[in-house]
């Protein structure tokens, strides 16, 4: 295209540029100069293929045709003037008498430009268009194109104006015929993949026996023939020797390039044997592994044909190889829904361009089985998948195994609840009892023993009024006084501990309030009580087992915590009842959990567990212990009492 631009403008100006070169001072024809502006303007346009083309690439790819069907149309009427002896004014086109006045047609392009035109357009035309044998009209028109350029090319080289006017009154060009070459190498380039120049591209023998000898041979052939001209122009040998030396000189070369391209193959066929061999010894082994494995082994298309199948995978599907091979898994497995299921499978793989793990259950004549597949994309050298392959495992047995476990799974859980809630029914109903019971020894201490000392007082009282006024009586009354006080109060301590009258009277407020009023006194401890405002009204259950946690804290507290302050705090929520306990003393180590096990935190762990609550204990050492204890209002059975404390330590 730069090229016919050029020399359409030198044309009008005047200028030859060609006249220094050793090709001949002819110049390039106004009509071949448009000629080529239009095969490179069309060349430029196709020199890619595009499988999904837009809306502009195929405007360009129209226009290039068009340029195309330009060119061919030139080179067509230009061959018509020539041969029917007619005028169609296409030579006067562009042209101007004071170019060159004296020839009868001085724009007219010669027979075989023409032609090499008409070659040009159609291959354009025809660039992607292929036969049904795989055939490409446009690598026959370039190498057509090039054959017939080549002719005048050697007649300029030589200087034989004769070649170079081949069948037509005028010369042709030497830039013309080296455009065309140019042009002939273009097209065959803008398609690399087409049959010529993908034989010159592959990295088979063939190709690098055509990349490395073809030029070489041309251009040393070339060589050697213009040094036996050009010493026989100077005289060093007569004319009748130029024949005989240039085949002497061309045969030694071509014996060499021979040579050369046998030793080339054989060192190819070398590598190749070895390769062979090599694959050979792998396949063998790949073989070996694949036939004597106990697992399926298969490899899929991307239609979903099976194209291997080991004999694992044959057995599996009790059919031959000819009845697997080349079949989908419609024909291969008797149920559709089988055939469905496997092929969603293989689509989902191949898809995500990853491996994934597959439980696959098919059913067939013999019986359903369960597998577990490995499957994987079959990719290529750039990245595009192929295909599928897999490895599938009979897991039958496995599954049937994994199902009877969990089938006494769940048998064994049913009886393990069953028997917890029959513990916590057992475990409240021992709790009710001795409650029962430590209401009964209350009741009767404070009947019996109450009034029995309250009537001993009295009988003591009229007994100490009617002695005789002796000092040692005195202090003996004094002593008995004292005593009966000591175990009046103690029977009511005891009596209060087995069963507090005002939790039954006044609540479980009122009771947890006493209790800590008691605990300040007894220990010296400062305990402060935080308690909702409104009244509470709790199961019975729910009322002796918060003030027993109480009880069992303050209790601890007393013995282990050495502490100065008490928190006790009681929330009442929607669902729930929430009683914190806090202390500032020691705190409990973490090597100290066992202590868990102790009556006090045991007693308050279970009471907890079967009412369907949790206890949690929050303790660091020298910062002090936090119990939490966390009662459902509907005091219903929950978890095991193991499961419902929760330890966090600081």
């Known amino acids: 295209m730069a090229s016919g631009t050029i020399g359409l403008y030198c044309w009008y100006a005047g200028i030859s540029l060609w006249e220094y070169l050793p090709l001949g001072k002819s110049s390039l024809k106004s009509n071949a100069a448009i ?35 330009s060119a061919f149309l030139l080179g067509a009427f230009t061959l018509a003037q020539d041969l029917f002896h007619v005028d169609f004014g296409i030579d006067q086109f562009l042209f101007t008498a004071e170019s060159d006045g004296a020839a009868q047609h ?3 392009m010669s027979i075989m430009t023409s032609v090499c035109f008409m070659l040009g357009g159609a291959g354009l035309m025809l660039l992607d268009a292929t036969t049904r044998n795989d055939h490409y009209p446009a690598e026959y028109c370039a190498a057509i194109m090039a054959g017939i350029m080549g002719i005048p090319l050697i007649g300029h080289l030589y200087s034989v104006t004769a070649i170079a006017k081949l069948a037509s009154s005028s010369t042709v060009s030497a830039q013309t015929a080296l455009l065309f070459m140019v042009l002939a190498a273009g097209m065959l380039a803008a398609r690399p993949t087409h049959r010529l120049m993908a034989l010159w ?17 041309l251009l040393l052939l070339i060589a050697l023939d213009l040094m036996v001209e050009w010493g026989a122009r100077r005289g060093y040998y007569g004319q009748e020797s130029i024949s005989p030396l240039v085949i002497l000189l061309s045969s030694g070369w071509l014996s060499i390039l021979f040579w050369r391209a046998a030793s080339m193959l054989n060192r190819e066929y070398d590598v190749r044997r070895k390769g062979e061999a090599a694959l050979f010894e792998t396949n063998a082994l790949l073989r070996a592994v694949s036939d004597n494995t106990p697992d399926a082994i298969f490899v899929k ?10 004999p694992a995978m044959l057995r599996m599907l009790d059919k031959s190889a000819a009845a697997v091979i080349g079949r989908t898994s419609s024909e291969i497995y008797g149920n559709p829904a089988d055939a469905q299921m496997v092929d969603a499978n293989d689509r989902s793989v191949m898809a995500s361009g990853k491996a994934q793990m597959i439980e696959e259950t098919v059913n067939f004549p013999y019986g359903s089985r369960t597998f577990y597949s490995t499957k994987a994309p079959w990719m290529n050298e750039q990245g595009e998948v192929m295909g599928l392959v897999g490895i599938s495992t009979d897991i039958t047995e496995r599954k049937r195994v994994e199902d009877a476990l969990k089938a006494h799974e769940t048998q064994l859980e049913a009886l393990v609840t069953a028997r917890t809630a029959e513990v916590s029914e057992l475990m409240a109903h021992l709790e009710a009892t001795r409650e029962e019971e430590k209401r009964a020894i209350a009741r009767e201490l404070h009947d019996d023993l109450g009034s029995a000392l309250t009537a001993l007082n009295m009988h003591l009282a009229i007994l100490f009024q009617q002695m005789p006024a002796d000092s040692r009586l005195v202090d003996r009354s004094v002593q008995i006084k004292g005593l009966l006080t000591s175990v009046t109060q103690t029977t009511r301590r ?22 800590a009023l008691e605990f300040e006194n007894y220990t010296g401890v400062s305990c402060r009580v935080d308690l909702p405002d ?17 009880q069992e804290a303050l209790n601890n507290i007393a013995k282990h915590a050495k502490a100065n302050r008490v928190e006790i705090v009681l929330d009442d929520t929607d ?7 806090r202390d500032d003393g020691v705190g409990i180590e973490a090597s100290q959990k066992a202590g868990t096990v102790t009556h006090g935190l045991r007693g308050m762990r279970e009471r907890a567990g079967y009412l369907g609550g949790d206890v949690k204990i929050i303790s660091a050492v020298g910062k002090g212990t936090s119990i939490v204890i966390t009662l459902p209002k509907a005091g219903s059975n929950a978890q095991p009492a193991q499961e419902n404390e929760k330890w966090e330590m600081n």
């Open 35 to 69: 000629g080529f502006i239009l095969l490179g303007l069309s060349l430029w346009w196709q020199r890619a293929p595009v499988a999904e083309p837009d809306a502009l690439q195929r405007l360009l790819k129209g226009v290039a045709q068009l340029l195309a069907l």
């Open 106 to 108: 001085p724009a007219r």
């Open 201 to 217: 591209n592959t990295t088979a023998p063939g190709g690098h026996l055509v990349r490395r000898l073809l030029p070489k041979s």
């Open 301 to 310: 298309d991307r239609g979903g044909r099976m194209i291997f199948a080991n």
């Open 494 to 515: 005891i009596q209060a501990g087995l069963r507090p009258d005002k939790l039954d009277i006044f609540g479980i407020k009122t009771a947890i309030a006493e209790q």
């Open 534 to 550: 409104e009244e509470l009204s709790y199961p019975p259950q729910i009322d002796i087992a918060l003030f027993r946690m109480v």
């Open 575 to 581: 669902d729930h009842v929430v009683l914190s306990i």
